[in-house]
């Protein structure tokens, strides 16, 4: 057996490499970006009023207030989306929308409310300073501004940012494809109304399809495989020809007569990276390597499963779409004492307690076995105590939510 700072680093060595593409703006919500984005233009694309009002010179109605306003001469009207062509010129005003560009000539923006209209002039009854209410060219940022990051999730807001400054093409990621093969003759689907005393029904095909795409990824198929070496053997073949960049195998890795997924992935023409790490839950963990796929033999029991999808899977996911992890840890203290009287890693579920402000608090749970889907639905997260350590009360420690 290996360790599982070993494991990660085999991982890391043997990560495939990432696939990029170029899409519109239409399919790139919720994808990371491939490469940083630059500004094409300025925002403001042009200097504009940020008020209904009127634009002129500071210089003729710097003066103005209530009790000595300035007549001005309307000679025209700015609105967005229809400009005003001519040059403001002395003891004028050009009436002005919100958004509409700023007359040639002018620098200063008053409100309507600090007007007076009388006929075809304008009483400006008050003006704070120079150039208020005008909105820039580039005061937000300028063309070739970093926009964006690699490895940033397009949402709502940055799609809107991208559409605002004419970026209709961006460079993301593309999500991994993954394929599911849940092994075992025992398994009944969920939905099984007459289910046999002898079965049990699947539950890590629904997980572990969903966990695939909480981190990104696309599910190319999802197969159920008897305990059957042939059958195993065609399911990995056909899943490796079809450009899956991962193989999620649940169970058939452990030592059983009846535990093909290792032999079936080597007689597929894969190679071993590892089998069996010293960890508690998911010992049993298998993966391998075939050109640029990567094979992972899950444990059957879910919670080991889970864990491991957690701790190994979704880091590779994370790394095929340019970051170094899509989930998050905290630190938090412990209530009671935590031990691993073990001789393997122990990934231990807890629940956390937040408090307003107050350091977050930790709770081992009380039933840890790897049969037991509770123990992951209730769980916040886990942490990772070494064989023998212990962490006394007050103990602070990483806690990796899930």
């Known amino acids: 057996m290996i360790s599982v700072i070993e494991a990660h680093q085999i991982l890391h060595e043997n990560m495939p490499v990432p696939v ?13 970006l491939s490469d940083d984005i630059e500004a094409p233009e300025s925002s403001p694309r042009y200097t504009n009023s940020a008020m209904d009002g009127f634009a002129v010179r500071w210089e003729d109605c710097s003066e103005a207030s209530s009790d000595h306003p300035v007549c001005l001469k309307v000679i025209g009207e700015s609105q967005a989306g229809i400009p ?33 209209e009388n006929g075809e002039n304008v009483e400006i009854l008050s003006v704070k300073t120079k150039g208020q209410d005008v909105r820039y060219e580039g005061e937000e940022f300028k063309k070739g501004t970093r926009l964006f990051s690699k490895g940033m999730v397009l949402g709502a807001r940055e799609l809107a940012l991208l559409a605002a400054v004419g970026q209709y093409t961006v460079p993301v990621y593309a999500p991994p494809k993954v394929a599911i093969l849940v092994t075992g003759t025992e398994l009944a689907p969920p939905d099984t109304t007459d289910i ?3 079965q049990i029904r699947d539950s890590n095909s629904i997980m572990l ?10 599910i190319s198929s999802i197969s159920h495989i008897k305990d059957s070496l042939e059958q195993t053997i065609e399911a990995v073949k056909n899943a490796s020809m079809t450009g899956n960049r991962i193989i999620l195998c649940s169970g058939g890795v452990s030592v ?24 508690k839950p998911g010992k049993p963990l298998f993966v391998c390597r075939l050109e640029g796929t990567l094979l992972f033999g899950l444990p059957g029991n879910p919670v080991s499963a889970f864990m491991c999808f957690i701790n190994y899977v979704r880091p590779v996911l ?16 412990t209530i009671k004492r935590v031990s691993n009287t073990g001789s393997r890693t122990n990934f231990i579920r807890v629940t956390v307690e937040n408090k307003p402000n107050k350091l977050a608090v930790i709770t081992e749970m009380t039933q840890q076995g790897s049969h037991m889907l509770s123990t ?11 064989p023998g350590q212990i962490l006394e009360p007050e103990s602070l420690v990483e806690v990796f939510l899930f």
């Open 196 to 198: 046999k005393s002898h």
């Open 318 to 333: 994370a790394e095929l779409q340019g970051v170094e992890s899509i989930h998050h840890s905290i630190t938090a203290k």
């Open 256 to 279: 059983g007569k009846h535990d093909h997924v290792k032999e079936a992935a080597l007689t597929a023409g894969f190679k071993e990276l590892f089998w069996k790490i010293r960890q």
């Open 209 to 218: 399809a969903a966990a695939v795409r909480e981190s990104g990824a696309h």
């Open 376 to 386: 992951i639905v209730h769980a916040d997260g886990y942490i990772v105590l070494e």
């Open 84 to 116: 005003f062509k001519g040059i403001i010129t002395s003891s004028s005003a050009i009436r002005i929308s919100t958004g509409a560009m700023l007359p040639e000539g002018a620098d200063t923006i008053v409100r309507v409310e600090d007007t007076r």
């Open 20 to 32: 990029t593409e170029i899409v519109g703006l239409a399919d790139a919500h919720l994808r990371r």
